[in-house]
């Protein structure tokens, strides 16, 4: 399979990228940035890959079978009113030019499969709903950024199957949340983020890639699909297994306060926080190799 990837060269991309590579697959790194990918993906190590830029994401996509959408800014980082215009900027308007892209290829070529990264901010917060597939969307602006972000993905042709991955919050090495939080932990000044209590909905980073792995190939997978682990947890239980995995204390709340002078608005991602199970996901069946939050953090960090 020829498989394009935007959002290639970042946290869950890489792996993404590695694993499809190992199999054998031809892999199109679709970049904004040559030479940053060029550092990631040296040619002595992955021999046969495509790096294309943007003037060269034409080609590149219309010469796949498939299509994974992950571009997009960080937003666990202060939210300026420019930042937060661009959280959903750079998703959206990535995510348009994928579909035109493939909406344009020549007849009976092209991708017949996409598969569109979104995240669980999608339900809006909640200390005591639990959200599944059919729940409705929330009303804060990341719910409105996964809602615009999944409309523009759905505009593709329909005789592409569409595979919508709404991701909760992704622990793996050298990246995402983990690397903000262990340092803190280290450092012995650990402890749940806010009030403790908000529902943490996470994944393991083998896991999310194995997800969109099989998303990729498998036509059963389409629609909306929750990426998380089927054991969510509130903040405070996943602070406690950290310290305890790491040998340190969790015992000193960061407060509210103290979130929102650093991150702004942007805080809410961590202080507010929502339940969300993979119904989907089970009903087809995925093999989870993480299922619990301890075991997954001990793979990671021990
Ligand atoms: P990263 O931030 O690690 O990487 C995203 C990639 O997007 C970058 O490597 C970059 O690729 C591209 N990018 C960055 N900024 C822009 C921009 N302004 N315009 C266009 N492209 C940009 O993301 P992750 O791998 O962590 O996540 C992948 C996707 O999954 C993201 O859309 C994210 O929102 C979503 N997600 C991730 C979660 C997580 O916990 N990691 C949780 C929920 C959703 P390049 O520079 O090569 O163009």
Known sequence: MTVSITGATGFIGKRLVQRLHADNHTVHVLTRSRSKAELIFPAKDFPGIVIADVPNWKESIQGSN?????????????????????????????????????????????????????????????????????????????????????????????????????????????????????????????????????????????????LIYEALSNPSYKGVINGTAPNPVRMSEMCMHLGDVLGRPSWLPVPDFALKAVLGEGASVVLEGQKVVPAKAKELGFSYKYPYVKEALRSILS
């Open 66 to 210: 498939a299509v994974v959408n992950l571009a997009g800014t960080p937003i666990s980082t202060r939210w300026s009113p420019e930042v937060k215009n661009d959280i959903k900027v750079s998703r959206v308007n990535v995510t348009s030019k994928v579909v035109d892209l493939i909406n344009n290829s020549a007849e009976g070529s092209g991708p017949t499969v996409l598969v569109s990264a979104t995240a669980v901010g999608y339900y809006g917060t909640s200390e005591t709903k639990v959200f599944d597939e059919q729940s409705a969307s929330g009303n804060d602006y990341l719910a409105e950024v996964c809602r615009d972000w999944e409309a523009t993905a759905l505009r593709v042709n329909k005789d592409v199957r569409v595979a919508l991955i709404r991701i909760g919050v992704v622990l793996g090495k050298d990246g995402g949340a983990l690397a903000k939080m262990v340092p803190i932990f280290m450092m012995f000044a650990g402890g749940p983020l806010g009030s403790g209590k908000q529902w943490f909905s996470w994944i393991h980073l083998e896991d999310i890639v194995n």
